[in-house]
């Protein structure tokens, strides 16, 4: 198993500014997972980010966008950029534990993110 | 596209009695199905996996059934309590090492006592 802590756990931003959110795990794991989750929606996948490559972004996201960082095994970093009230959401970081498949994700808490 | 479906209206169901969710996808073969729940204002919580050779796997008043024909998984909670209200995620992941894994918009479930 895996313990994932983010922060912050929520934020009130104005349009136009930029906010990191970290992820912190308690062992060290080789995937990390960046989801965003709209109100009554489902996750959808932003990113992969490995320790030592670039981040893996999905389609309809980009780096100028949603910059991550993985500067180690246990922790990574995810940056919404230039904020618009689009980008309120909840955006959670999720590790994997399987091998040759993802195998069960571990979430963290989320941070929920309003922007104004 | 690939799509996966779950019943968006909430489920309502007396304590005691089994809740049956529904997972339906098209467009896809996946090699692994994952439910997870959610509790409002919490990251999801895993729950079961079952591979595409599996047809059903049993966790305490869990079961999960996977018919890769029909395209459909059952998710079951036998002897259903008022702590099992939460959004049960119904997700998929494919066989290649690369792929990634896909969630349903979730159905939301209420036991009343």
């Known amino acids: 198993s895996a313990v994932i802590s983010q922060k912050p756990s929520r934020d009130i931003c104005q349009r136009g500014t930029s906010l990191t959110i970290q992820c912190q795990v308690d062992s060290q794991v080789t995937m990390m997972f960046w989801y965003r989750q709209q109100p009554g929606q489902s996750l959808t996948l932003i990113a992969t980010a490995n320790q030592g490559s670039e981040a893996t972004y999905e389609s309809g996201f980009v780096i100028d966008k949603f910059p991550i960082s993985r500067p180690n095994l246990t922790f990574s970093t995810l940056t919404v950029s230039n904020m618009s009230p689009e980008d309120s959401s909840i955006y959670l970081c999720s590790v994997g534990t399987g091998g040759t498949n993802t195998g069960e994700l571990f979430f963290g808490e989320g941070s929920r993110l309003t922007v104004l | 596209s690939q799509k996966i479906e779950q019943n968006s209206e909430a489920l309502n169901i007396q304590e005691g009695k089994t809740a049956t969710l529904t997972c339906n996808y098209t467009?896809?073969?996946?090699?692994?199905l994952q439910w997870y729940r959610q509790d409002p204002g919490r990251g999801p919580v895993f729950l079961l996996l079952?591979?595409?050779?599996?047809k059903e796997k049993r966790k305490e008043r869990l079961k999960v059934t996977f018919d890769t024909t029909l395209k459909q998984s059952l998710f079951h909670i036998t002897a259903s309590q008022p702590a099992d209200s939460a959004t049960y995620l119904c997700?998929?992941?494919?066989?290649?090492?690369?792929?990634?894994?896909?969630f349903g918009s979730g159905t939301r479930l209420s036991i009343r006592p």
């Open positions: 997700a998929l992941e494919g066989y290649s090492s690369a792929s990634k894994i896909i």
């Open positions: 467009n896809y073969s996946p090699a692994y």
């Open positions: 079952i591979r595409e050779n599996e």
